[in-house]
C-alpha cells in the first residue's frame, strides 16, 4: 500500500510511504533536513507500523509541538485507518 501525507508545523512538505500489510516497506519525506528525513526513513524500514508509532509519535522539534519523525507516526496511524 502506497500513502501520501502532508505534515503540518515541521519543515517537510511531504511524506510517501510505502506498507506491506503491517511493517514498512519505504519513506520518503519531501524537504526538511536531508540528513535527518534520510536518517528518520532509513531506520523506520522494517519496523512495524504500531512499534513506529509508540517509539516516535511524541518527538518534538526543539520549541515545535512536532517533529519529523512524529508527523511521520501520525501518517502512518492514518494510512491504516485508510486500509
Given at each position: 500500500?502506497?500513502?501520501?501525507?502532508?505534515?503540518?508545523?515541521?519543515?517537510?512538505?511531504?511524506?510517501?510511504?510505502?506498507?506491506?500489510?503491517d511493517v514498512?516497506?519505504?519513506v520518503?519525506?519531501?524537504?526538511g533536513?536531508?540528513?535527518?528525513?534520510?536518517?528518520?526513513?532509513?531506520?523506520?524500514?522494517?519496523?512495524?507500523?504500531?512499534?513506529?508509532?509508540?517509539?516516535c509519535k511524541?518527538?518534538k522539534?526543539?520549541?515545535?509541538?512536532?517533529?519529523?519523525?512524529?508527523?511521520?507516526?501520525?501518517?502512518?496511524?492514518?494510512?491504516?485507518?485508510?486500509?
Open positions: 500500500m502506497e500513502f501520501h501525507y502532508n505534515p503540518t508545523g515541521v519543515c517537510s512538505k511531504g511524506i510517501d510511504i510505502e506498507l506491506d500489510g514498512i516497506k519505504s520518503k519525506f519531501t524537504g533536513c536531508n540528513g535527518n528525513t534520510q536518517g528518520v526513513a532509513a531506520l523506520a524500514k522494517g519496523m512495524t507500523v504500531q512499534e513506529y508509532i509508540s517509539r511524541d518527538i522539534c526543539g520549541l515545535k509541538k512536532t517533529s519529523c519523525p512524529a508527523q511521520l507516526a501520525l501518517a502512518l496511524e492514518e494510512a491504516v485507518l485508510a486500509k
